[in-house]
């Protein structure tokens, strides 16, 4: 049912991603766990197209959604740990054309208010860089800056990654690639060439996620189908959205490139420890705008009593405990986040820690 490797003690984690995997319908699945230099779990599992013909290996790679956010927040916080980039300067100072009164640490924590566009958007939006970054540098926020917070869905890649492109010169992919990734060996890419493209899975079950769920702001449905096809099989799994850099949700990677970015983190071989403590604070908390519900968000990261990390549309997550492990779970069936939640647990279990609660 599935494949890869967990140390000894840790059947539990490999018992509870095969119930995952024989339960979930679609496509599959994947799951790493780093703790203390050494992969505990590395494992993967199902099938990698809808039609079955094709599995889900080693290198199959998967859109996380919002579990990219993080990877494009770190590629600002290189430019702020070379003094490039201030995060208490105003947004203007680097993009002169944004109208919203907020600083760089706004835009990181998601208190900018820039979440939805007013106008209706085509989806080809989605694939033209400068015309998407002209309608959100003219888009007034929706409550002025620093007042509150709500995750910028579709947004934030755009809004952090053309800072990052009006320092540096290169797009927001093509510095993950050079700065982030490529140091530390990950396998996660924002923009794909046709070669990776042939390893990428197919998501499924985007037609559930679609159906409007009770108690969802009405911001919410406003922030997440403005332009439409986020959630799309038809959009998402087309050639040309895998090759476009929409960073807020359409990176893609292993479990074990997820994993191995947090565990990049803790280690220091990304960011300097002082600045990832300030990355991994609380910044903003409360009811998110958007979501409706309690959350709370650093730079780029979303902060709990567990630790941080982001989990993205679907089901899929990535972050690094206050216990230590790193942690990523990616599937290509869309569902709920109580598969990665049950899978962390087993790994809590086996190290002798409570489960977490959600």
Known sequence: MCAGRVEPGFE??????SEVLRKQPGTGAAVAVWLDGRWLVDLWGGVADASGGRAWGPDSIVQPYSVTKPFVAVCALRLVERGALDLDA???????????HATVRHLLSHQAGVVALDAPAP?????????????LAAQPPLWEPGTAHGESALFYGHLVGEIVRRID???????????VCAPVGLDFAIGLGLTDQARAVEITGLDELRVPVAGEPELYRRAIANPPGARDAAVVNSARWRAAEIPAVNGHGTARAIAGFYAALLEGRTLAPTL??????VHASGIDQVFGHDNAFGLGFGVDANGFGMGGLGGSYGGASRDGYTIA????SMGTHDRATSIENALRTCLGLPELID
């Open 276 to 281: 990832l403590a300030e990355a991994t604070s």
């Open 12 to 17: 539990l984690v490999e018992e509870g991603f």
């Open 169 to 179: 010169g290169r797009s927001i992919g093509g510095f993950l690639r050079d700065e």
């Open 90 to 100: 105003a947004v203007q100072r680097y993009w002169p054309e944004f109208t919203a």
């Open 329 to 332: 779970f990616v599937t290509g």
């Open 123 to 135: 989806t080809d939006l989605f694939f033209d860089w400068d015309a998407m970054c002209s309608r």
